[in-house]
């Protein structure tokens, strides 16, 4: 049985081999990821993977563009070994992980297949693991481009009924990454990517806060893991803009590892924080109004860069109880209500939902948790200290990368992000930045300097 403690670097192919680890917090990380294959010229590898994970006929999903990357030459190489296929390609130009799709395949899929094969990268795996889910079927994801952290994960980020929603599916057991393949991916692609890994730093630093403040499960070897994987992505971030093999396999490495950090810690905190929120809030809108959305990592990057920004703010305040307690006691939930659902439309009616199951704003449980708040406030801005980089830092990675930097490149303006910004805290059930400010009485502060700093 593996066991890693915090003397030792751990070895991510061993843990693989393992299928996870024993860890010094006390808990056994388990992925079901059994291979993971980085290599130039990794497609060969298929067909023994398919054999190995016991296919012996396999259900091939695609799109138009993940077809002509890859698709052709994972065909090429099953035919060359044998092994029987059937390829469902989509063929509309804008695929959406909706249930259109999901029943388009799912009415396409020949159930002498007893193993499916993504081959793509965001959508196509989430409706890939989504048919295995349903099928029962093993899975195997083929990347094609380092633009999201979900390829070692066992949930789907799906839009169901127009709403955005995270379902359990399938995690793949093998993850095949062809470096001549990703190495080409659209350039979006390749920044999304990196945008999707600097989210970690607000990930992890909210997730040790939400450790002090809430009590929730934080595991130190998990960070380590996600905090090694974002320094090597950050050092090698110049080489993405020259699709430098070395610099997309370690993008494409750290995005692995980061979704299977999840799977390691049970739930989305080692990879998403308040960066994410704005990302799916960006997105709940674009369904309801059609406002501007950009792709899932590209809207990260941008958002650790706002999240940058909140907690300098977070920095400079002083904590005081009254002020605290006064603002809470002139809360109105029907207000802040009427307000989410003016921002959201009927998107905001599972928040609304939320809170009801989870009463953060009672009077009683704010009293509870500001106390702990100002019992370990100095320990709160050493974990900020300690996690955070200067925002002008990330904002230079991502410019180095050709990628955006500003809310404005986006096409949202400043009252949009001040409004995005404090809609963070109820789009989940996640001790984020702006909770955190809110049990401070200092979320309306905080939202007009977030205005003024994405405005200039
Ligand atoms: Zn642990
Ligand atoms: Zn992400």
Not at 42 to 47: D, E, H, T
Not at 290 to 301: D, Y
Not at 307 to 330: E, G, S, T
Not at 348 to 358: D, M
Request: glycine share 8%; aromatic share 8%; charged share 25%.
């Amino acid at each position: 049985m593996l066991v890693i403690d915090k003397s030792q670097t751990y070895d991510i192919e061993e843990i693989i081999k393992q299928g996870g680890f024993n860890c010094s917090c006390g808990k056994y990380h388990g992925t079901a990821v059994n291979d993971m294959v980085i290599s130039s010229g990794a497609v060969a590898r298929i067909p023994a993977l398919v054999e190995k994970h016991g296919g012996r006929k396999a259900f091939l999903i695609s799109d138009l563009n993940t077809h002509e990357a890859a698709g052709k030459a994972v065909e090429k190489h099953l035919d060359a070994a044998g092994i029987p296929y059937v390829s469902f390609v989509f063929r509309n130009t804008h695929t959406e992980p909706d249930e259109k799709a999901v029943g388009e395949v799912a009415l396409y899929f020949d159930s002498g297949c007893d193993i499916i094969l993504g081959i793509g990268s965001g959508t196509i795996n989430d409706i890939g693991k989504m048919l295995a889910k349903l099928t029962g079927r093993k899975y195997i994801i083929v990347c094609t481009a380092p633009s999201m952290d979900g390829y070692a994960s066992a949930t789907s980020s799906m839009i169901r009924s127009g709403i955005k929603v995270s379902l359990a599916s399938v995690c793949p057991c093998a993850i095949i990454a062809d470096l001549d393949i990703i190495s080409s991916a659209p350039e979006v692609l390749l920044q999304a990517g990196l945008g999707d890994m600097l989210a970690k730093y607000i990930s992890i630093c909210e997730w040790r806060i939400s450790n002090i403040i809430t009590g929730e499960f934080y595991c130190e070897e998990i960070a380590r893991i996600v905090r090694s994987s974002l320094r090597k992505c950050v050092s090698s971030s110049a080489g993405l803009k020259k699709r430098d093999p070395e610099a997309v396999k370690v993008i494409i490495e750290g995005l692995i590892l980061a979704g299977m950090a999840m799977s390691f810690a049970g739930s989305s905190r080692p990879g998403s924080g308040i960066e994410h929120y704005f990302s799916h809030l960006w997105e709940m809108r674009s369904l309801q109004f059609h406002t501007p959305v950009h792709l899932h990592g590209i809207q990260c990057g941008v958002a650790t860069i706002l999240a940058l920004y909140v907690y300098d703010f977070i920095r400079m305040i002083k904590p005081c109880r009254q002020k605290a307690l006064d603002y809470v006691r002139n809360f109105s939930i029907d207000t802040w209500n009427e307000f989410i659902i003016q921002f959201l439309g009927s998107g905001a009616l599972p928040l609304i939902e939320l809170e009801k199951n989870e009463r953060k704003y009672d009077r009683q449980k704010h009293a509870e948790r500001l106390e702990v708040i100002l019992a370990n406030w100095d320990e709160i801005l050493d974990v900020i200290t300690e996690e955070l980089p200067p925002e002008t830092y990330v904002r230079q990675v991502l410019a180095e990368a050709g990628a955006p930097v500003s809310a404005a490149e986006l096409g949202h303006s400043a009252d949009c992000i001040r409004d995005t910004f404090i809609v963070t805290k109820d789009i989940r059930d996640k001790y984020v930045a702006s909770r955190l400010l809110w049990d401070l009485g200092y979320l309306d502060e905080a939202a007009g300097y977030l205005k003024q700093k994405a405005g200039m």
